[in-house]
């Protein structure tokens, strides 16, 4: 392995960036693709497929074999409020393999007795965003209703480009927050990847099944990455 | 379970490398580049060893990491890159192997 590749692999894992090591196997040589890099043929195929799965494997390519080890920073999922719906969403995610961070100001609701094995902050989502941003390889959902806690983080999202933005609320409700965002400078075409009404639509009622709705939307964005820009996934 | 988002940098066996790297050590990187069957360690995984034998990760639950130190020593030796493929004990040429009836192919190469 080349000491500079791997120094470059580290910093991408470390700063939580994509990258796939490509090593041919016959010479040896090794080389970093970060994601969004153009590679033709079959191996731009196989990398693309690697991005998408997070899975390493050997492959054939132009009459080669490759390696291609596979390193996605490990997804999270943030929820701004710590209410009932969260409550249900916590323990799932942590379970399909994505960890929660809840954040919310409000003392009475972000309590460790309502959060039991949760990182929890009860602060104001600008301070902790502060001090750890969100990145391509965090979801975000928005589940307080009170725009005074949900639209900061909802414009960080967007900003982050986070693979996944959800916001709780109507379609009226969400009509006067996208006029906010606009008016905290978010662009219409960034607005429009926030999911809301939040969740896949499985008729979720109780708080609980609303918890299975987000989590299925959040596996859904993170497995179909990168596929709307090719017309992939409506 | 490690739930952490962050690199844990002292087990991380790559971040280890590199930092032997800057020790101005010899180093091998091994990797699991296919398994068959029941294999411990997923593609990808890494053992990382220096020439003096101490290595960190693993390639397998420990039954072969011992076999793949010996070949990482010759190949900080040598500079040549080698493939190694094992399987279960006594179905294969070499003298250790995989309890759980997996074969893997560990993929040994030299660190500059």
Sequence with gaps: ??????????????????????????????????????VAGELGTAIARAFRTGNSESV??????????????????VVIGAVHISQALAPMARIAGYPVE?????????????????????????????????????????????????DFALKAALDARCF????????????????????????????ARIHAPIGLDIGAASPA???VAVLAQTIHAFRSRGLEAKGAVA | MNESIYLDEARDPLIIAEGWMKDGKDVAIATVVETW??????????????????????????????????EAMDVIGSGKARMLEFGVAD??????????????????????
């Design chain 1, 1 to 38: 392995m080349d000491p500079y590749v791997l120094k470059t692999l580290n910093e991408e894992r470390r700063a939580r960036r994509a990258a796939v090591l490509v090593t041919d196997l016959g010479d040896g040589r090794d080389r970093i693709v970060r994601e969004g890099d153009q």
């Design chain 1, 60 to 77: 054939e390519a132009e009459g080669r074999t490759f390696f291609l080890n596979a390193h996605l920073p490990r997804p999270r999922l």
């Design chain 1, 102 to 150: 809840i954040i919310d100001p409000r003392t009475a609701f972000a309590t460790p007795e309502r959060f039991p094995d949760v990182a929890l902050h009860a602060e104001w989502p600008e301070d902790v965003l502060t001090r750890t941003p969100l990145d391509s390889y965090t979801a975000l959902a928005a589940v307080t209703h009170d725009p005074k806690i949900d």
């Design chain 1, 164 to 191: 996944y933005v959800g916001a709780l609320g109507s379609r009226k409700t969400h009509a006067k927050r996208v006029e906010r965002l606009l008016a905290l400078g978010a662009g219409a075409d960034q607005i």
């Design chain 1, 209 to 211: 099944e609303i918890a």
């Design chain 2, 37 to 70: 069957g029941s294999a411990p360690r997923p593609v990808g995984s890494h053992l990382v060893i220096d020439a003096e034998g101490n290595f960190h990760g693993s390639v397998s639950g420990g039954c072969v990491e011992g076999a793949v130190v010996t």
């Design chain 2, 91 to 112: 179905e294969t040429a070499w003298q250790v192997g995989l309890s759980c009836g997996g074969r893997i192919k560990v993929y040994v190469e030299r660190l500059g």
